[in-house]
């Protein structure tokens, strides 16, 4: 007798359970392309020239979304509109907290936002996680766990998900949003992609354009660490930042 494979399940079914076990009610606002894996360069730069002008015109929409989200995934929201704002916020949950030992990364964006400054003013002034001609490699590791709040900024932030994506570089050290009880993250507005589809997107042309050179890994945070045991008891901050806050600029 001739062997009948079964019947292949409705895609669009199985992923409409999914979605709903998951609690996502926003419908798909499009069908993500997935090029082969040796997609040519152009074709992938042209798929990102698509990517960034849809979220460029859903900006606001976005933006709506992320916080949304975050919310229900326990973060801490805090929306500002300039750089200025940003620090002072930064100053206040540092203020609230208590906190005296601070450690941030070292980027571009804490040129824009004077951390230090609003930090020293409440008496914690930060430590930039990251080696020199004075401290080693391996002394950061015991730096951080001593630390009770970490600040850093983010590649990009995913409105899906309410994921920040901190990616690693010069100036990032994977211990300064593992290792303090608080974590405080900085996003600008256009750091906000829609969806993981976008994101991988964007940083598979980089790779490409960069001939296959680029980061080991990407640390996506959505939310506080939990942790659940064998009985499913939850628990908040054994494995990371038990508390986060998101500043989300602009």
């Given at each position: 007798m001739p062997y009948i494979p079964p019947e292949h399940p409705n895609k669009s079914a199985f992923l409409k359970?999914?979605?709903?076990?998951?609690?996502?009610t926003h419908p798909i606002l499009h069908a993500p392309d997935h090029p082969p894996l040796k997609s040519n360069i152009a074709r992938q730069r042209e798929k990102v020239r698509t990517i960034v002008a849809r979220n460029d015109a859903r900006m606001l929409t976005n933006i709506n979304r992320l916080m949304e989200n975050a919310s229900f995934a326990s973060w801490n929201v805090h929306r500002v509109e300039s750089y200025e704002d940003a620090a002072a916020t930064i100053a206040r949950v540092a203020r609230s907290h208590k906190v005296k030992n601070v450690i941030r990364s070292s980027e571009e964006i804490f040129k824009k936002i004077d951390v230090d400054k609003s930090l020293r003013s409440v008496g914690a002034p930060p430590t930039i996680l990251a080696s020199s001609r004075t401290r080693r490699r391996g002394q950061l590791k015991s730096i951080a766990f001593k630390s009770e709040m970490g600040v850093t900024g983010v590649g990009y932030a995913i409105a899906?998900?309410?994921?920040?994506?901190?990616?690693?570089?010069?100036?990032?050290?994977?211990?300064?949003?593992?290792?303090?009880?608080?974590?405080?993250?900085?996003?600008?507005?256009?750091?906000?992609l829609e969806n993981l589809d976008d994101f991988f997107a964007i940083t598979r042309l980089k790779r490409m354009e960069s001939r296959s050179h680029g980061p080991n890994y990407y640390n996506f945070i959505s939310g506080p660490s939990r942790t659940a045991d064998i009985e499913q008891t939850l628990t908040v901050g054994v494995h990371g930042p038990g508390e986060v806050h998101m500043v989300i600029v602009g």
């Open positions: 359970k999914v979605r709903e076990a998951l609690g996502r899906e998900t309410a994921s920040c994506a901190v990616i690693p570089r010069k100036g990032v050290a994977r211990l300064t949003s593992l290792a303090p009880s608080v974590l405080i993250l900085l996003v600008e507005t256009e750091q906000i």
